[in-house]
């Protein structure tokens, strides 16, 4: 199995920018597709976006196409969300997740390996 840490969240101002980092430990990187979910108070897990272990295919929420980029470094384990023009409403846990298959999958339950989760705040 891989571990998974997350790191980079924080308080950001509504338009602002933060860039998360997964640091990956254990089997190879390289053979998991990489995802970012969140979850709001209240709310299920949802689905940010994933990335094939080559980064050649990437499949984002709806949600957040256009302002997110999912992205990876197999070299250095290490797969990354970055954020802009961030909203009120993109306050959230984020986590990341990794997937022994290589189609990109939208589903939490359809993922193997979870990290503990960074706290994301946007204020408006």
């Known amino acids: 199995q891989v571990q998974l840490v997350e790191s980079g969240g924080g308080l950001v101002q509504a338009g602002g920018s933060l860039r998360l980092s997964c640091a990956a430990s254990g089997r190879t990187f390289s053979n998991y597709l990489m995802a970012w979910f969140r979850q709001a108070p209240g709310k299920e897990r949802e689905f940010v976006a994933a990335?094939?272990?080559?980064?050649?295919?990437?499949v984002y929420a709806d949600s957040v196409k256009g302002r997110f980029t999912i992205s990876r470094d197999n070299a250095k384990n290490t797969a990354y969300l970055q954020m802009n023009s961030l909203k009120p409403e993109d306050t959230a846990v984020y986590y990341c997740?990794?997937?022994?298959?290589?189609?990109?999958?939208?589903?939490?339950?359809?993922?193997?390996?979870w990290g503990q989760g960074t706290q994301v705040t946007v204020s408006s």
């Open positions: 990335i094939t272990w080559t980064g050649g295919i990437t």
């Open positions: 997740a990794a997937r022994r298959a290589q189609a990109a999958a939208r589903l939490s339950s359809q993922y193997d390996e």
